[in-house]
């Protein structure tokens, strides 16, 4: 399995911006084939920068969709318009999750809308922190990844990538702290849990798990020897070139 490093760029950079950024990034970064390289850039970038990305280094991602194809629904864009444009979609991240107010129903639509539309969702499932606090992450983590994956067949689950996205960590969180790698490895082993019951053994192996909360070149070596995670989704410090690059460079470390 590939070692995935996705930057979320969320609301920063102009298309000018993001297109000087990929640029820079396309000339540091060597074809690594066992290391996928992904950015998700603001819709409006996505169009330009599938022009510009050279797809056998690295790969673009979106940052949501909506669920329908087309229709009367104003300000979406759909999974079909992305087709072409991005490989990849993040669904359910907590900021949608909380601030947008999408729930595990939309959720799980968004996930189907995008395996149809050949587009591989990475899905976020994390516990905040008073849920933490009161002992529910267990339930959280499984609410989340059942719900989200309700339409998901043992066919296109391979298509599908888990991301555990502990909110507390997220460095936009107001005192956010930096989870350890054994809670990491708690939750880890939870998902592979959860997935093996629904789908079975061998068919749950194959679906990549990646942690992201507060990961800078600092921290990134020691959250990629975690048991289980098979890359990471990288917010602020991905908006640093060098900071990014680095991190990519220590997975391919951590790999050979
Ligand atoms: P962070 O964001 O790396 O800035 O904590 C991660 C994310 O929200 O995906």
């Given amino acids: 399995?590939?070692?995935?490093?996705?930057?979320?760029?969320?609301?920063?950079?102009?298309?000018?911006?993001?297109?000087?950024?990929?640029?820079?990034?396309?000339?540091?970064?060597?074809?690594?084939?066992?290391?996928?390289?992904?950015?998700?850039?603001?819709?409006?970038?996505?169009?330009?920068?599938?022009?510009?990305?050279?797809?056998?280094?690295?790969?673009?991602a979106a940052q949501n969709a909506f669920y329908r194809d087309y229709g009367a629904f104003t300000g979406e864009t759909s999974f079909s318009q992305l087709r072409g444009l991005a490989?990849?979609?993040?669904?359910?991240?907590?900021?949608?999750?909380?601030?947008?107010?999408?729930?595990?129903?939309?959720?799980?639509?968004?996930?189907?809308?995008?395996?149809?539309?050949?587009?591989?969702?990475?899905?976020?499932?994390?516990?905040?922190?008073?849920?933490r606090a009161f002992g529910e992450t267990a339930d959280i983590i499984r609410d989340q990844l059942v719900g989200g994956l309700a339409e998901v067949s043992d066919d296109d689950l391979d298509k599908v990538i888990i991301a555990y996205e502990p909110v507390w960590a997220i460095s936009s969180t107001k005192a956010a702290k930096m989870a350890s790698p054994d809670e990491i490895a708690e939750v880890v082993r939870l998902i592979q849990k959860t997935l093996k019951e629904i789908y079975g053994v061998k068919t749950a192996e194959k679906v990549p798990i990646l942690f992201g909360g507060s990961v800078n070149s600092s921290n990134a070596g020691a959250y990629l020897t975690v048991p289980g995670i098979n890359g990471l989704l990288v917010g602020g410090a991905s908006l640093i070139l060098n900071e990014f690059v680095d991190i990519i460079e220590i997975a391919k470390r951590v790999r050979s």
């Fill in 1 to 60: 399995m590939k070692t995935y490093i996705v930057g979320n760029w969320k609301l920063n950079f102009t298309v000018g911006e993001a297109s000087i950024y990929l640029h820079k990034l396309l000339k540091a970064l060597p074809n690594y084939r066992d290391i996928e390289v992904v950015v998700a850039p603001s819709a409006i970038a996505l169009q330009p920068l599938s022009l510009q990305v050279d797809r056998h280094k690295m790969k673009l």
């Fill in 87 to 131: 490989d990849y979609v993040i669904v359910g991240h907590s900021e949608r999750r909380y601030i947008l107010k999408e729930d595990d129903k939309m959720i799980q639509k968004k996930v189907a809308a995008a395996l149809r539309n050949k587009i591989s969702p990475i899905l976020c499932i994390g516990e905040t922190e008073s849920e």
